[in-house]
């Protein structure tokens, strides 16, 4: 029973980061901007979406991404590194 | 081995034109700089290609353009230029710098044990960004040219008489400063620039004899 919680919280869990990640990607993003990773292509905005949605490689790769610059943010590293070129 | 570099240009999709076009300002540094350079372009980045013209030129630097893997850098059409097992002992005693995804995970780990060269890439895929408006004409897409002016300074760098510690160092710096600026500028679109430079930042490493010069 708690194990089916645990894992349903899991699921919650994952659609919340995606969600998160989608929600920046559109406020950050003009439309006329394209990512390129590998041999993804270059991607549009709704591309980007829909490979986070599938959950393939290339949208985990995208969310990564992403979670690497809020957790730098977070911990100060970003902030750390920036000061030390100043 | 020889003072001179040879490098690969791809060009068959919107990621390897990006590639191969912004490499433009690494062959001026090497005329400039009076360092012999063969350029590898287009159809022509193929597996035997690659390996004869390392065979045959002895080049102390290689520069690939393309995509890749832990395992492999490709070519044209995505034939594997550089496998893991395979032929990875044509990097060894070389400075090699990688414009791949991924390849410095295991093949560029690889092909530096035992022995004198160095390999610097990405231990995840290079990522950067392309203004549409600009697709017909890249070399004037001003966002693009943030993550290739940036990424530039390893092999530039090398050219100039660095070591391979010292050019990535360089690079590494200059993505923090184009991060810093970007988010000073507070545009719509410069925190996700800041976001795929911390992304190239974080996962551009040089491994081997980190000291090497060319």
Known sequence: MKGEKDSKQKIELD??????????IEAQMSPH??????????????EMIKHIKDEDQIG???????????KAQASGALISALNSVE | MKKSVLITLPNFDDVTTYLSIFSKEIILN??????????LEKEKVTSINTTNIIKKLDCKMIIFNGHGSPKSIRGHKNEKLISLGEN????NNRITYARSCWALLELGKKCVEGNKGCFIGYKIPFMF?????????????NIAKIFFDTSNLVPI??????????????SK????????????????????????LWNNYISQGVVGDANEQL
Request: aromatic share 2%; hydrophobic share 35%.
């Open chain 2, 30 to 39: 090497c005329q400039k700089n009076q360092i012999k350079i063969k350029c």
């Open chain 2, 129 to 141: 960004i392309i203004d549409n408006t600009r697709i017909t004409n890249p070399i004037k897409d």
């Open chain 2, 88 to 91: 990875d002992y044509l990097l």
């Open chain 1, 33 to 46: 901007l394209r990512l390129s990773i590998g041999e993804g292509g270059s991607l549009g905005i709704n």
């Open chain 2, 157 to 170: 760098g090398l050219i100039k008489g660095h070591t391979a510690k010292e050019s990535n160092e360089n």
């Open chain 1, 60 to 70: 985990k790769q995208i969310i990564t991404s992403h979670l690497e610059f809020i």
């Open chain 1, 15 to 24: 659609d919340d980061i995606k969600q998160l990640v989608i929600t920046r």
């Open chain 2, 173 to 196: 710096r200059s993505m923090l400063k184009a991060i810093n600026k970007a988010l000073t500028n507070n545009d719509k679109d410069s925190h996700a620039i800041a976001q795929i």
